[in-house]
């Protein structure tokens, strides 16, 4: 019995067996009667029969018993199958009620209902709901909810839930109790509650047909001053909606809590977002300027989700994309409309290629919308977000702003109340748009990142590029239909540094294709993908020369930054295969590009920094950590050395001044601490006093951590004093203390994964919080040269973690294999030593069908 548990394989969700539900919610009322030992959850389902069938209700459940079940009103036997609730009901309508006990403090899974630093909260999406009580949990079955919370006063002074409140009083004995009323229908996955001793930051914002909406920021008393960023943040996006996209806020309220034990980043409850407190505390003290944009970025990307996710919702959770994808597209344009547009593509660009490429190119690589899944928790991915985001951008692309505007006012108009899926969005965008996207619609079927290869030749004033593409086989898909491929495209004359012809959007749709170019006069170079149009890699065979013209003279900034990026990445590829390297034209760029007064800090900032060890490991068939580490430093110090008055000078030019949270002060800190790093690694006398000049004198945070990670990679005795002094300044906010975790794992010394290994012992880590464990484990994987040690310790230390940690939290434990999935990658012993690790992993018995899943897809 235990033995066929252990060993049988988790049941397959298939996308083609989708079937409309037997029967729908149009109402539930839930009644909970809070503790954190013992709440008492009692439901009142309407249920109405869906369709011509004699099957039974079925209510999901997940370790749930019923405390009892009536069915209009009398008291009934039940039957459970599996975790399932199985109700035979003999008419077309009935009144379901049911009640059961859940412990929210014995929760660490921090699914369904859960405590977390004295407060009760729940979090519900994927497949929650059916922790806290018995119910059709798919988002395609829309109910409108009415809840009641009683709680003890003392504990518990602040009862949220979703929608509106319409009811609060006394309920004796130190207890009291609220009454909350959602008119929009949702799907359960969006139930939110929470109760506990909160202190808010009021505010309101009047919309565009002038209701007044009262917002309210919530945490624990201490972190009240740390709200006013999230606050800003809020309001800046709920204009930004109306303006762009047209969308309204639709409730009285608006409410936002902050809870430090999170799985993810945030979700977006009707009217009632649950934050990891990382994405809503920020003040100069403890957050970083990265920190403060990510804060806003979330903080606009749950509130968008009140129209792409909420109004219009998924049918089932294949089709996660259509809300995940899409919103992270729309939070991306209100951070690029709020500060620098170029960085803000070059950060969104190098995360796509950081997460989403070596996910596209392995073992658990699926296209945006899903065919199979064991469990749907493993599927919230850099290519269901990222790459699903890129598919919406290439859609923009394609319409134009006003016809994709067109396109997104009849989707909503089309399809608000109602679960739709990815198609309804394509053929929203076709009709409103007026394109045909029949083609196109292959991003949403075909996984893996295209690649194309580019050749220009010019022969009297014709210049004829041709385009050819390909998209690499990926598991389940050995053959692969040719995709379309916007791609902005400008020609440039390297001699004059002007542009040659206007830009032109080249749609690529066929294996090849060559596109012509007339009154080309002088010899052009190449411009492409200009923006990061399409998310594919592009070879276009330029040479250094090239690229260094681009880097300084693309009109482009995004074009001008992967010029950069390519001089880079061929220069260290070189070395590495070479073992030396010509450092001659990256040091010539940099020093270009720093030079230009034109240029705004914060693209210097980051277009001198070389491309990450993983990164370049990605241009590379079989990835040597020990000589990428090696390359890359030696340009680092070339870098360093030869232009080490540059450095001087921009380090220099930040220093005096004044903390300000703006584009152009954010742009000098990130010049400033890059810039110290340079200086390090010229291995300047006076670098370590430099830092640490800078990490004592700072007033704020993104100073201080930069500082804090230029001591931590060298060996200077001021290290361990800054180090010791940072942990001691901060030892009681475990925000900040992460960021002491994280400094350590990604050290580049050679002693890194020694001082992981140390810092698991440390008192201060846990398994408990998410948060801790991404901060040293989740960190550590993209230490490539420390996670890759030959004698494979990396991989132990990373196998230890989730196997412990599966047992208490699946969902996090299941997010740190993939890293184990490169193995295909590396060299003979390395590819052992990180299957035997996965083999480990999956022989755990009792393991969660969370990691089984991801860890057997990895040794695929
Ligand atoms: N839907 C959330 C978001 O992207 C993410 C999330 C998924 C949060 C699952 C919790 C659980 O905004
Ligand atoms: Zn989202």
Redesign the pocket.
């Known amino acids: 019995m235990l033995d066929a548990q252990a060993t049988a394989a988790p049941a397959v969700i298939r996308r083609e067996d989708y079937r409309p539900p037997d029967w729908l919610v149009p109402d539930i009322a839930l009644d909970f009667r809070l503790d954190s030992m013992r709440t008492r959850v009692a439901s009142r389902l309407q249920v109405v029969r869906n369709g011509d069938h004699d099957r039974p209700l079925v209510l999901d459940g997940d370790g749930l018993t019923p405390v009892a079940l009536r069915i209009d009103g009398v008291a009934t036997d039940w039957r459970l199958d599996g975790d399932a609730l199985v109700v035979p009901l003999p008419g077309g309508a009935h009144v379901v009620e049911v009640e059961v006990d859940i412990a929210p403090e014995l929760n660490t899974q921090l ?1 369904g209902l859960y405590a977390s630093g004295g407060l009760l909260c729940t ?1 519900c ?2 497949e ?1 709901f059916r922790r806290i009580t018995f119910f059709p949990d798919r988002p395609d079955v829309l109910s409108r909810y009415s809840v009641r919370m009683e709680a003890d006063k003392a504990r518990y002074p602040v009862l949220l839930a979703n929608g509106d409140p319409v009811a609060a009083g006394d309920a004796g004995d130190g207890r009291h109790w609220a009454e909350w009323r959602d008119p929009f229908p949702k799907p359960c996955y969006l139930f939110a509650l929470v109760a506990g001793d909160l202190v808010a930051n009021r505010d309101s914002f009047t919309t565009l047909s002038g209701r007044k909406v009262d917002l309210g920021i919530w945490v624990r008393a201490a972190d009240l001053s740390k709200t006013d960023h999230a606050m800003t943040a809020l309001k800046l996006s709920m204009a930004w909606d109306e303006a762009v996209y047209g969308r309204e806020y639709d409730l009285d309220v608006f409410n936002i809590v902050a809870v430090a034990d ?7 409850n009707k009217g009632l977002n649950i934050f990891n407190s990382r994405y809503i505390l920020a003040d100069p003290d403890t957050a970083t300027d990265a920190d403060y944009d990510a804060v806003a970025g ?1 903080v606009a ?2 509130y968008f ?1 009140n129209w792409s ?1 909420n109004r219009v919702t998924c049918r089932d959770w294949f089709q996660l994309s259509l ?2 994808g899409f ?1 992270v597209f729309r939070d991306q344009q209100f951070s690029a409309d709020q500060g620098s547009a170029a960085v803000k593509r070059i950060e969104d660009v190098r995360t796509l290629r950081a997460a989403q490429f070596p996910e596209d190119s392995g073992p658990l690589a699926h296209p945006i919308r899903p065919e199979s899944y064991m469990e749907i ?1 493993n599927f ?1 991915t850099a290519t269901i ?1 990222n790459k699903g985001a890129e598919v919406i951008r290439m859609m923009h692309a394609i319409l134009g702003p006003e016809r994709f505007r067109a396109a997104t006012d009849l989707y909503f108009a089309r399809h608000d109340g109602e679960a739709a899926t990815c198609e309804d969005f394509v053929v929203a965008m076709e009709d409103g748009g007026g394109a045909d996207l029949t083609q196109f619609r292959r991003w949403y079927s075909q996984a893996g990142t295209p690649r194309v290869v580019a050749t220009l030749d010019h022969e009297g004033t014709t210049a004829r590029l041709t385009l050819e593409q390909a998209v690499p086989a990926t598991p389940g898909q050995p053959d692969k239909q040719p995709m379309v491929l916007p791609l902005r495209t400008r020609l440039f004359c390297g001699e004059t540094s002007g542009p040659l012809c206007d830009e032109r959007l080249i749609l690529l749709t066929e294996p090849r294709q060559t596109f012509v170019f007339d009154d080309i006069a002088t010899r052009p170079v190449l411009s492409i993908n200009r923006g990061f149009s399409a998310p594919v890699t592009v070879e276009t065979g330029r040479d250094a020369a090239d690229l260094a013209f681009l880097s300084a003279h693309d009109d482009d900034p995004f074009a001008r930054y992967e010029a950069m990026q390519q001089l880079m990445l061929d220069t260290l590829v070189a070395a590495v295969a070479e073992g030396r390297g010509d450092h001659g034209a990256v040091i010539e760029a940099v020093r270009n590009t720093l030079s230009d007064p034109a240029l705004d800090k914060a693209f210097v900032g980051e277009a001198v920094l070389l491309p990450s060890e993983a990164f370049v490991g990605e241009q590379m068939l079989v990835v040597d950590p020990d000589a990428i580490h090696r390359a890359r430093e030696a340009l680092r110090t070339d870098l360093g050395k030869a232009l080490e008055g540059e450095w001087r000078a921009a380090h220099a030019g930040a220093q005096a001044n004044r903390f300000e949270y703006s584009p152009a002060a954010k742009g000098a800190r990130r010049l400033k601490t890059v810039a110290l790093g340079y200086i390090a690694a010229a291995g300047a006398a006076d670098a370590a006093e430099l830092a640490h000049a800078q990490f004592t004198g700072a007033d704020n945070m993104t100073d201080r951590q930069g500082a804090l990670t230029t001591l931590v990679n060298g060996d200077s005795a001021l290290r361990e004093a800054a180090l010791e002094a940072f942990y001691r300044r901060y030892r009681d906010n475990a925000l900040v203390l992460d960021k002491w975790f994280t400094t350590q794992a990604l050290s580049t010394r050679d002693d890194a994964l020694d001082a992981v290994l140390a810092l698991e012992k440390h008192p201060d880590f846990t398994l408990a919080n998410p948060n801790r464990v991404r901060a040293l484990a989740g960190a550590f994987t993209a230490n490539q040269r420390g996670f890759h040690a030959a004698d494979g310790r990396g991989y132990g230390f990373l196998v230890d973690i989730i196997v412990a940690l599966d047992r208490i939290n699946p969902q996090t434990a299941a997010k740190l294999v993939p890293p184990l999935g490169r193995w295909r990658r590396f060299d003979e012993a390395r590819a052992t030593l990180m299957r035997a690790a996965l083999g480990r992993i999956v022989e755990t018995p009792g393991l969660s069908k969370d990691v089984f899943e991801q860890a057997s897809k990895s040794l695929g």
Do not use: D, I
Not at 262 to 268: D, K, L, Y
């Open positions: 699914m979090q999406e994927a929650g999170f799985n993810f980043g945030a979700m977006e979330v990307h749950e989700h996710g809300k995940e919103t928790s919230y977000y």
